[in-house]
C-alpha cells in the first residue's frame, strides 16, 4: 500500500483517513470485504473503495464519516509505539535547519518506533535515502513494520548497531541523533558528514545539551542552535474562539550545528 496517490478514488490497499463530526479520525488499510467497527457503528471497507477522496460514507447506524488521504500529522498520531515520539513540531523545524529536502542522504540514530523515520523518508523521495540505527533489534521491528504500512520501506536501509564503533557510511548531508548521550559520539558523527554537512539532535534536560555543547565546540562544530518550541491549538468554533484547555509545551531541546574542517578552527 501506498501512502500517496495520485488517483481521485480510492483503490483496495490504499491507506484511509476516516475522520468523524467530531474530528476524531481513524486510520486503515483498505481490505476487500473488510469491515471497521467503531462505537459509531460498522464501517464496510467495500463501501469506502471506489469513493472519492473527500467524500462522505455511513456506518451501519447511519453516522458519517468523512474518506480523507492521511497527512504527515496524522501519520505520526497513529504510529504505534513502544517510547516516546518525536512530535510534528519539532519535526517540521528540523527538516528546514538540516536542509532535509528530496534527494538528501541522511542518518538517524536511535529509529526507536520510527516516527521520524517514516518523515524523513516521505520527504527524501525516491532519490533520496535515509541509514537508520538502532541497538535494540526489537524496536527497529516495529519501526520497519510502521514504514511498511504507508509503503515507503525501499527509501531506508535499517541497521543493527551500536554507533559507538562508527557509521558505515560516509559523506553524509544531514545526521540526526535521539540517544540519550549523543555528546559520546560526536567523533563519530564528524567521520560520516561531509565538510559542513548538517547535525542535529533532541535532549529532554538542559545538564545533557550543555555537555553536548561542550562536545560540539570540542569536535570543529559551529553555528550551534539550541531551541525549545511551543505548540498552542484554538478551538475552531465561532462562537468561542479559545485557547484549548491543553497544550504541547516541552517536548526536548533541539540542538544544530554545522560541521567543519579542524584546521579551519586554526
Known amino acids: 500500500m501506498k501512502w500517496t496517490?495520485?488517483?481521485?478514488?480510492?483503490?483496495?490497499?490504499?491507506?484511509?483517513?476516516?475522520?468523524?463530526?467530531?474530528?476524531?479520525?481513524?486510520?486503515?488499510?483498505l481490505v476487500k470485504d473488510g469491515e471497521f467497527q467503531t462505537h459509531r457503528g460498522v464501517l464496510l471497507h467495500n463501501d469506502v473503495i471506489g469513493k472519492p477522496w473527500g467524500s462522505k460514507v455511513e456506518s451501519h447506524q447511519g453516522n458519517p464519516f468523512y474518506v480523507l488521504q492521511p497527512g504527515i500529522e496524522e501519520i505520526i498520531h497513529?504510529?504505534?509505539?513502544?517510547?516516546?515520539?518525536?512530535?510534528?513540531?519539532?519535526?517540521?523545524y528540523l527538516l528546514i535547519k538540516m536542509?532535509?529536502?528530496?534527494?538528501?542522504?541522511?542518518?538517524?540514530?536511535?529509529?526507536?518506533?520510527?516516527?521520524?523515520?517514516?518523515?524523513?523518508?516521505?520527504?527524501?523521495?525516491?532519490?533520496?535515502?535515509?541509514?537508520?540505527?538502532?541497538?535494540?533489534?526489537?524496536?527497529?521491528?516495529?519501526?520497519?513494520?510502521?514504514l511498511r504500512k504507508i509503503g515507503l520501506e525501499e527509501r531506508v536501509?535499517?541497521?543493527?548497531?551500536?554507533?559507538?564503533?562508527?557509521?558505515?557510511?560516509?559523506?553524509?548531508?544531514?545526521?540526526?541523533?535521539?540517544?540519550?548521550?549523543?555528546?559520546?559520539?560526536?567523533?563519530?558523527?564528524?567521520?560520516?558528514?561531509?565538510?559542513?554537512?548538517?547535525?542535529?539532535?533532541?535532549?529532554?534536560?538542559?545538564?545533557?545539551?550543555?555537555k553536548l555543547i561542550t562536545a560540539l565546540r570540542r569536535g570543529a562544530f559551529v553555528n550551534i542552535e539550541v531551541s525549545e518550541l511551543m505548540l498552542r491549538h484554538y478551538q475552531a468554533e465561532e462562537s468561542k474562539l479559545r485557547p484549548a484547555d491543553r497544550m504541547v509545551a516541552h517536548t526536548g531541546y533541539l540542538i544544530f550545528a554545522r560541521s567543519i574542517d579542524d584546521g579551519d578552527l586554526h
Open 5 to 29: 496517490n495520485a488517483g481521485r478514488k480510492t483503490k483496495e490497499g490504499d491507506l484511509v483517513l476516516l475522520m468523524g463530526q467530531r474530528q476524531n479520525y481513524h486510520l486503515i488499510p
Open 99 to 146: 536542509n532535509i529536502v528530496e534527494g538528501s542522504t541522511v542518518i538517524e540514530a536511535g529509529t526507536g518506533s520510527g516516527a521520524l523515520t517514516q518523515v524523513l523518508a516521505a520527504v527524501i523521495g525516491n532519490e533520496g535515502h535515509l541509514f537508520s540505527y538502532e541497538a535494540r533489534e526489537e524496536m527497529q521491528n516495529l519501526a520497519k513494520k510502521n
Open 157 to 210: 536501509t535499517f541497521i543493527i548497531k551500536n554507533i559507538e564503533a562508527g557509521f558505515d557510511q560516509d559523506n553524509i548531508q544531514s545526521l540526526f541523533l535521539d540517544l540519550p548521550n549523543p555528546y559520546d559520539y560526536i567523533e563519530q558523527v564528524k567521520k560520516a558528514l561531509i565538510p559542513g554537512g548538517f547535525f542535529g539532535c533532541i535532549l529532554p534536560t538542559t545538564n545533557q545539551v550543555v
Open 78 to 92: 497513529t504510529t504505534k509505539r513502544n517510547t516516546q515520539i518525536m512530535y510534528a513540531k519539532d519535526i517540521g
